[in-house]
Antibody, heavy 120, light 111 residues
């Protein structure tokens, strides 16, 4: 069974860069047709799609975050990562990694989520 | 403001039928992109309920069904149970934004 697990600092200072890694187990991140994505949920708010990546490095980003987001993949480690620069309090959220069936498709496997708080 | 519009809340008594709507536009649902639905309980990861408009993943009860027409989609829960109390989100792809989009979410209360 495919499993995803987020890891990274739970506290980030304003104006710094948030970095999270998602480790995939039970399957290969190089599987064709699948994309690997990030979604977040600020406290008391709804889900927001951040972006996704194909094993070859093709990326799609949320247009509202595009200037600050970088998603990368490391196939040798079966991991993909999120970097969000110049963070502010509004970036405080639970961040989920997920498998997406296509770049337009459903999110059928999710990590447990990682709370990241932006505060000095 | 979400690209896909859902009612903030719905409610129903046990055993009842509850629909949840998801309204989009010509750049997402109306463009033919599939709609997917998720159930989200506090403190857990969202769970895929319906994919590609009408399909249920293995293990999802047939009390949950999805449909799509024009620029809108709908999730219907029949035989409502207390355990169905959760937040529900629709998701699709938007060609103008070149990315996936979620609805604002609907909180289902079982009376």
């Amino acid at each position: 069974q495919l499993q995803l697990q987020e890891s990274g600092p739970g506290l980030v200072k304003p104006s710094e860069t948030l970095s999270l890694t998602c480790t995939v187990s039970g399957g290969s991140i190089s599987s064709r047709n699948y994309y690997w994505g990030w979604i977040r949920q600020p406290p008391g708010k709804g889900l927001e799609w951040i972006g996704n990546i194909y094993y070859s490095g093709i990326t799609y980003y949320n247009s509202s975050l595009k200037s600050r987001v970088t998603i990368s993949v490391d196939t040798s480690k079966n991991q993909f990562s999120l970097k969000l620069s110049s963070v502010a309090a509004a970036d405080t959220a639970v961040y989920y990694c997920s498998k997406q069936t296509h770049y337009w498709g459903s999110l059928d496997f999710w990590g447990q989520g990682a709370l990241v708080t932006v505060s000095s | 403001q979400s690209v896909l519009t859902q009612p903030p809340s719905v409610s129903g008594a046990p055993g009842q039928r509850v629909p949840i709507s998801c309204s989009g536009s010509s750049s997402n649902i109306g463009a033919g992109y599939d709609v997917h639905w998720y159930q989200h309980l506090p403190g857990t990861a969202p769970k895929l309920l319906i994919y590609d408009n009408t399909n249920r993943p293995s293990g999802v009860p047939d009390r949950f069904s999805g449909s799509k027409s024009g620029t809108s989609a709908s999730l219907v829960i029949t035989g409502l149970q207390a355990e169905d109390e959760a937040d529900y989100y629709c998701q699709s792809y938007d060609s103008s934004l070149s990315g996936s989009v979620f609805g604002g979410g609907t909180k289902l209360t079982v009376l």
